[in-house]
């Protein structure tokens, strides 16, 4: 929950880099949050409203975590647009995502795993 809160706090922060384990708990806490709004949802009779405030709420940090966890990987932003092909990108993607950090100061900053060892 902390790293969920954490991205929160850095709303709109698109530079620096982002750990793995930024990255994923804050994917896991919003998919579990999800799940628990469209159970909700449809319980409530909403049609989705309610998960769909939710969502647009979370797009901004959403795309600022993985933004930072590409940088971490030494890799522009820019490669979230891998998304708009359809298996290809969202694969490619994934697999820059669990990949581990680069060790050594890049152009986005030091490594974060320095700095808190």
């Given at each position: 929950?902390?790293?969920?809160?954490?991205?929160?706090?850095q709303?709109?922060?698109?530079?620096?880099?982002?750990?793995?384990t930024?990255?994923w708990?804050f994917?896991?806490?919003?998919?579990?949050i999800?799940?628990?709004?469209?159970?909700?949802?449809?319980?409530?009779?909403?049609?989705?409203?309610?998960?769909?405030?939710?969502?647009?709420?979370?797009?901004?940090p959403?795309?600022?975590?993985?933004?930072?966890r590409?940088?971490?990987?030494?890799?522009s932003?820019?490669w979230?647009l891998a998304?708009?092909?359809?298996?290809?990108g969202?694969i490619?993607?994934?697999?820059?995502?669990?990949?581990?950090?680069d060790?050594?100061?890049?152009?986005?900053?030091?490594c974060?795993?320095q700095?808190?060892?």
């Amino acid at each position: 929950m902390h790293w969920y809160l954490e991205v929160l706090r850095q709303y709109a922060v698109f530079e620096g880099r982002s750990r793995r384990t930024e990255y994923w708990s804050f994917m896991l806490f919003h998919l579990i949050i999800l799940i628990v709004l469209r159970i909700t949802d449809g319980l409530a009779g909403t049609s989705g409203m309610v998960s769909m405030f939710y969502m647009l709420a979370v797009l901004v940090p959403a795309v600022a975590v993985s933004v930072r966890r590409l940088h971490d990987t030494n890799r522009s932003g820019w490669w979230l647009l891998a998304t708009f092909f359809p298996f290809i990108g969202v694969i490619v993607l994934l697999l820059f995502m669990v990949q581990d950090s680069d060790p050594k100061s890049n152009q986005y900053g030091s490594c974060p795993k320095q700095a808190i060892l």
